[in-house]
C-alpha cells in the first residue's frame, strides 16, 4: 500500500556530516532517494499516472500502474460457461495471484446451483463451496476435477489457462476477478 509522508522538510547538503563515515552514507541516500519521503509523494519519477509498489517475483520490488494490479481494476470477465470438457471456459493464468469465480444459473435452474471458488495461482490450490453442499479442495493437474462438492462443475489446468466446464443441461453463467 502506498504511503504519502505529510511534512517532511528536505535535506539540505550543508546538514550532511561528511566527517560521519556512517551517517554520511545513510544521510546522503536518504536525501538521493527522497521520492520516499517527499511531502504527498507516493511513486517515482518513472511516468504519469498512479503507481503502487509490488513484489517483482525474483525478491525485488517494481513499480506497476495500478490498474495492472489484480484486485484494484485488474482482470476480470463474465460470460456464460462451457457445457462440456470439449469445449470448456479458459481463463488465462495471471502469476501469484487469486482467482475468485462464481458460477450461477442464468435461467430457471435452481439457486442451489450457485458455487463460489477460489484458485491460488502460486501453487495451484483451489477451493469450490456450492451452496448447501460441503465445500471441495485440492491441487489442479492437466485432468478435470470436481469443482465444488457435487459432479455439476468441473475444472483444470491446461498450461496458461484455468478451464472450466458444467456437465447439466442448463444455461450457467461465470464471473471473475485476479485479486
Known amino acids: 500500500m502506498a504511503t504519502t509522508v505529510g511534512n517532511f522538510t528536505a535535506i539540505d547538503d550543508s546538514e550532511v556530516d561528511a566527517e560521519s563515515p556512517i551517517t554520511e552514507s545513510l544521510v546522503t541516500r536518504l536525501r ?3 521520492y520516499w519521503v517527499n511531502e504527498g509523494t507516493t511513486q517515482t519519477s518513472q511516468g504519469t499516472g498512479d503507481k ?3 513484489t517483482d517475483g525474483s525478491g525485488g520490488v517494481e513499480w506497476v500502474d495500478k490498474d495492472d494490479v489484480g484486485g484494484i481494476e485488474g482482470t476480470k470477465g463474465i460470460g456464460t460457461l462451457g457445457s462440456s470438457s470439449g469445449a470448456p471456459t479458459q481463463i488465462a493464468i495471471v502469476t501469484n495471484r487469486v482467482l475468485m469465480i462464481s458460477i450461477m444459473p442464468s435461467t ?3 439457486s442451489d446451483y450457485l458455487l463460489i471458488g477460489f484458485i491460488d495461482s502460486s501453487d495451484d490450490t483451489f477451493t469450490g463451496q456450492e451452496v448447501g453442499q460441503i465445500s471441495n479442495s485440492g ?3 492437466g485432468s478435470f476435477q470436481t469443482f465444488g462438492n457435487s459432479t455439476r462443475y468441473y475444472v483444470r489446468k491446461n498450461s496458461t ?3 472450466f466446464y458444467e456437465d447439466t443441461t442448463g444455461a450457467f453463467t ?3 476477478i485476479w485479486m
Do not use: I, V
Open 139 to 141: 491441487t489442479l493437474t
Open 161 to 163: 489457462n484455468y478451464e
Open 32 to 34: 538521493d532517494n527522497a
Open 108 to 110: 430457471g435452474a435452481s
Open 174 to 176: 461465470y464471473s471473475y
Open 52 to 54: 503502487l509498489l509490488q
